[in-house]
């Protein structure tokens, strides 16, 4: 894995703009144009492989949450354990997910697991494809997001019933939220699904019927929400989501696996994995470094560092009351000042593709760059 | 295989696709008065005692000219067939053994986003 300065592409802007890729200078620099990361053949193959087991392995979890009854151990409220465990032992589909990697090519560690509403998706699937092309098109990139979610929409729409609209929130007034869900239900369309969007403080409920309705009256039948189920699951509508009916992407089980509890329960169940880190509810298990997450926190919020010798870190935000997990401190690679992650996608249980984000502190936040990447073959 | 052959993009090279017109299918359900009026319009396992008194049939909408309904709350929709007396009831109108309908005009809005009216959704 090198860090590799590039020249930028006349007119980039444009180019990033014309897929809808209108935050690429959000804060200053979002899509780093001038660097990229060179990997090689057999480090995207480790990637690869690491990711699907990573997928193997949260699956076997959730299964262990269930089994031993840890639901509120990683954050469920208990009135909604059984409509978790419900969607579970009907086995309802997940579309996609992110796992945060700790990389330096001779380690690599799961640092986090972006189970529910994970985000950088056009900039990894789009944007650095058509990077690649401009720059680099004769060598390749581990990239096939865009295939992948079409087929998982084509899978989907079969097993709908024709004509059914299927739906895309995200919150109003969050640029970046409604550029990822357009990106989602652009793939929905080319898939054939009947794709809408209607933003989340417009759905409709009638408690009377215990349905959801958009802005005509349809009732939603399926939704992809980029909306975390914690946060959904603590709104006024909450208790008329189990009995709605609704078909929901990410499906209600994932909130197990978006849950930074599921750390400790994944160390718990596979003590001394290579590719784990060991991780606990409880502190008092580290002598020195540690870092503290909230279950619940989103793009490096609250986050502590706590290092044995050196200045500790810690990071804003508003979570942290709903408990937090404690991991071993792996610090990020860090490349002349830059440290760098990397999100590695799984889409209907297949590894799809990576995305790379540096930051000029050890914690990856959403200002974090996105910076794109090749690999020789 | 890593490469992607194609990333092709419709929806936002073309804003036609937005002027598509929804099919809405508002959906409904029919009070009864009791229990034998909800089965002889619905059939015996798809009537529902409400705690205020009085029984519900299933979901149900018109479309194309039929009624589908929800059998059970997650099953998707089917055609009410001929054994569903209900499938009789022309658009419009009411069944006779029915006290009245609950339709989706009772929908109140803004339930959903005040926990994440700081922040943005993404991880």
């Given at each position: 894995?090198?860090?590799?300065?590039?020249?930028?592409?006349?007119?980039?802007?444009?180019?990033?703009?014309?897929?809808?890729?209108?935050?690429?200078?959000?804060?200053?620099?979002?899509?780093?144009?001038?660097?990229?990361?060179?990997?090689?053949?057999?480090?995207?193959?480790?990637?690869?492989?690491?990711?699907?087991?990573?997928?193997?392995?949260?699956?076997?979890?959730?299964?262990?949450?269930?089994?031993?009854?840890?639901?509120?151990?990683?954050?469920?409220?208990?009135?909604?354990?059984?409509?978790?465990?419900?969607?579970?032992?009907?086995?309802?589909?997940?579309?996609?997910?992110?796992?945060?990697?700790?990389?330096?090519?001779?380690?690599?560690?799961?640092?986090?697991?972006?189970?529910?509403?994970?985000?950088?998706?056009?900039?990894?699937?789009?944007?650095?494809?058509?990077?690649?092309?401009?720059?680099?098109?004769?060598?390749?990139?581990?990239?096939?997001?865009?295939?992948?979610?079409?087929?998982?929409?084509?899978?989907?729409?079969?097993?709908m019933p024709?004509k059914t609209p299927f739906y895309?929130t995200?919150?109003?007034?969050?640029?970046?939220?409604?550029?990822?869900?357009?990106?989602?239900?652009?793939?929905?369309?080319?898939?054939?699904?009947d794709?809408r969007?209607l933003?989340?403080?417009d759905i409709g409920c009638s408690r009377e019927v215990g349905r959801f309705y958009d802005l005509e009256g349809g009732e939603i039948r399926y939704l992809?929400?980029?909306?975390?189920?914690?946060?959904?699951?603590?709104?006024?509508f909450?208790?008329s989501v189990?009995e709605s009916g609704m078909t929901l992407?990410?499906?209600?089980?994932?909130?197990?696996?978006?849950?930074?509890?599921?750390?400790?329960?994944?160390?718990?169940?596979?003590?001394?994995?290579?590719?784990?880190?060991?991780?606990?509810?409880?502190?008092?298990?580290?002598?020195?470094?540690?870092?503290?997450?909230?279950?619940?926190?989103?793009?490096?919020?609250?986050?502590?560092?706590?290092?044995?010798?050196?200045?500790?870190?810690?990071?804003?935000?508003?979570?942290?009351?709903?408990?937090?997990?404690?991991?071993?401190?792996?610090?990020?690679?860090?490349?002349?000042?830059?440290?760098?992650?990397?999100?590695?996608?799984?889409?209907?249980?297949?590894?799809?593709?990576?995305?790379?984000?540096?930051?000029?502190?050890?914690?990856?936040?959403?200002?974090?760059?996105?910076?794109?990447?090749?690999?020789?073959? | 295989?890593?490469?992607?052959?194609?990333?092709?993009?419709?929806?936002?090279?073309?804003?036609?696709?937005?002027?598509?017109?929804p099919d809405t299918q508002e959906t409904r359900r029919?009070?009864?008065?009791?229990?034998?009026?909800?089965?002889?319009?619905?059939?015996?396992?798809?009537?529902?005692?409400?705690?205020?008194?009085?029984?519900?049939?299933p979901h149900y909408y018109f479309y194309?000219?039929?009624t589908y309904f929800f059998?059970?709350g997650r099953d998707n929709a089917?055609?009410?067939?001929?054994?569903?007396?209900?499938?009789?009831?022309?658009?419009?109108?009411?069944?006779?053994?029915?006290?009245?309908?609950i339709t989706s005009t009772h929908v109140?809005r803004?339930?959903?986003?005040?926990?994440?009216?700081?922040?943005?959704?993404?991880?």
């Open positions: 894995m090198k860090r590799i300065s590039i020249d930028r592409r006349p007119n980039w802007q444009e180019k990033l703009e014309d897929i809808g890729f209108t935050f690429h200078s959000l804060d200053g620099v979002y899509w780093n144009e001038g660097i990229c990361y060179e990997f090689t053949a057999e480090e995207i193959d480790w990637i690869e492989a690491v990711t699907g087991e990573m997928d193997r392995l949260c699956l076997e979890a959730v299964a262990y949450v269930m089994e031993k009854d840890l639901l509120e151990k990683v954050g469920v409220p208990w009135r909604h354990k059984d409509f978790i465990r419900e969607s579970w032992k009907r086995s309802d589909r997940s579309l996609y997910g992110r796992f945060d990697f700790f990389f330096d090519g001779d380690e690599l560690k799961l640092l986090e697991y972006n189970a529910d509403t994970p985000t950088s998706l056009i900039e990894s699937s789009v944007a650095q494809w058509m990077w690649l092309e401009d720059v680099f098109p004769r060598h390749d990139q581990f990239n096939s997001i865009h295939e992948k979610l079409t087929a998982a929409f084509r899978d989907i729409g079969r097993s024709g895309f995200c919150v109003q007034d969050h640029e970046e939220d409604f550029v990822n869900v357009e990106y989602l239900r652009d793939v929905a369309l080319q898939a054939g699904l794709a969007h933003f989340i403080e992809f929400k980029l909306y975390p189920w914690e946060w959904m699951l603590n709104d006024e909450a208790d189990p992407f990410e499906p209600p089980w994932k909130m197990v696996l978006s849950s930074k509890g599921i750390l400790p329960i994944l160390w718990e169940m596979y003590p001394d994995h290579e590719n784990l880190l060991p991780s606990y509810f409880d502190a008092s298990r580290f002598r020195g470094s540690y870092v503290r997450k909230p279950l619940f926190s989103r793009e490096g919020a609250n986050i502590f560092y706590r290092r044995r010798f050196g200045r500790s870190l810690q990071t804003e935000g508003t979570y942290g009351t709903e408990g937090s997990i404690f991991q071993e401190l792996k610090e990020l690679p860090c490349f002349e000042g830059n440290y760098a992650a990397i999100g590695s996608w799984i889409i209907s249980g297949e590894a799809a593709g990576i995305g790379v984000r540096e930051d000029d502190t050890p914690i990856t936040r959403n200002t974090s760059r996105f910076v794109p990447h090749y690999f020789k073959t | 295989m890593k490469r992607s052959k194609e990333v092709a993009l419709v929806l936002i090279a073309s804003a036609s696709l937005a002027a598509c017109g029919e009070v009864y008065s009791s229990r034998d009026k909800c089965v002889e319009d619905w059939g015996s396992d798809k009537c529902e005692e409400q705690a205020g008194g009085g029984y519900w049939g194309g000219g039929r059998p059970r089917v055609p009410a067939g001929k054994d569903v007396r209900f499938s009789g009831v022309p658009q419009g109108t009411r069944s006779p053994r029915s006290l009245g309908t109140v803004g339930g959903f986003g005040r926990t994440g009216s700081y922040h943005g959704s993404g991880s």
